[in-house]
C-alpha cells in the first residue's frame, strides 16, 4: 500500500490525449483517485473509480483500472493548456488510510 | 460547509526556530493527514491521526511532531527548523466512511532562513 508510484513528468501538445499512470501494490483498496494540484494550492479531487470498477468517464476524462496489475491511469482528452498541473493518484484502504503518489507533472505545450 | 482550513497561510522563520501550524478539518471528520510538498514536487506522507491518536508516521525526524484535539483539529509542529524544512506543507482530513476521499487544505508555505 506504501508504494504508489507515477512517473514523474509528462509533455504533450495542445489538442493531443495525455495518459498518466499509476501503479499500487494493495490489492485491498476500496477506492482510487485521481487529484489535480494547480500551482500554489491544494490538491482537489479531479475523479475516483471504486475497485471493483474497470473503467469511468466523465467528460474528457477516462480512468482505466487494471487490478490484476494493480494499474490505475488517467486519460484527458484534446488537452488543454489549462490542464498543466500536476496529478496525484492515491489509494484509499480500509481504516481511512491513504496512500498517494508522488504526483506527475504535466506540461501542455500550445 | 466550511473546507480544510490551515493557518497561517505563509510564514518565514530562522534556522533553529520553532513553527506551530494549525488545520480545521471538515465538520464530521475525525482523520487528518499532513503532508510535506518541497519545490511544488511530490507528497510526502508526514502524520495520521485518527480520533486523537496518531496512527501513522512517515519517515522524518523525531523533531517534527503533531497532535490531534477533541475537537479533531490538529496542530503540526516542527523543531529546530532547517533550511531544507522550507516547503508547503498540506492538511487533509477525512471520515471513516468508506465512500469519503481526502480533503486538503490550501496549505501553509513555510520559508526558513
Known amino acids: 500500500g506504501e508504494d504508489v508510484e507515477q512517473s514523474l513528468f509528462l509533455s504533450v501538445r495542445e489538442g493531443d490525449s495525455s495518459v498518466i499512470n499509476c501503479t499500487y501494490t494493495d490489492s485491498s483498496s476500496t477506492y482510487l483517485y485521481w487529484y489535480k494540484q494547480e500551482p500554489g494550492a491544494g490538491l482537489q479531487l479531479l475523479t475516483y473509480?471504486?475497485?471493483?470498477?474497470d473503467m469511468k468517464q466523465d467528460q474528457r476524462l477516462t480512468v482505466l483500472l487494471n487490478k490484476k496489475d494493480k494499474h490505475l491511469s488517467l486519460r484527458i482528452a484534446d488537452t488543454q493548456t489549462g490542464d498543466s498541473a500536476i496529478y496525484f493518484c492515491?489509494?484509499?484502504?480500509?481504516?481511512?488510510?491513504?496512500?498517494f503518489g508522488s504526483g506527475t507533472k504535466l506540461n501542455v505545450k500550445p | 460547509e466550511a473546507g480544510v482550513t490551515q493557518s497561517p497561510t505563509h510564514l518565514i522563520k530562522t534556522r533553529g526556530q520553532q513553527v506551530t501550524l494549525r488545520c480545521s478539518p471538515i465538520s464530521g471528520h475525525t482523520s487528518v493527514y499532513w503532508y510535506q510538498q518541497a519545490l511544488g514536487l511530490g507528497l510526502q506522507f508526514l502524520l495520521w491521526?485518527?480520533?486523537?491518536?496518531?496512527?501513522n508516521r512517515g519517515n522524518f525526524p523525531p523533531r517534527f511532531s503533531g497532535r490531534q484535539f477533541p475537537n479533531y483539529s490538529s496542530e503540526l509542529n516542527v523543531n529546530a527548523l532547517e533550511l531544507e524544512d522550507s516547503a508547503l506543507y498540506l492538511c487533509a482530513s477525512s471520515s471513516r466512511d468508506i465512500n469519503t476521499e481526502a480533503f486538503f487544505g490550501q496549505g501553509t508555505r513555510l520559508t526558513v532562513v
Open positions: 473509480i471504486f475497485s471493483n470498477m
Open positions: 491521526y485518527d480520533e486523537g491518536e496518531e496512527r
Open positions: 492515491a489509494e484509499k484502504l480500509d481504516f481511512n488510510k491513504f496512500y
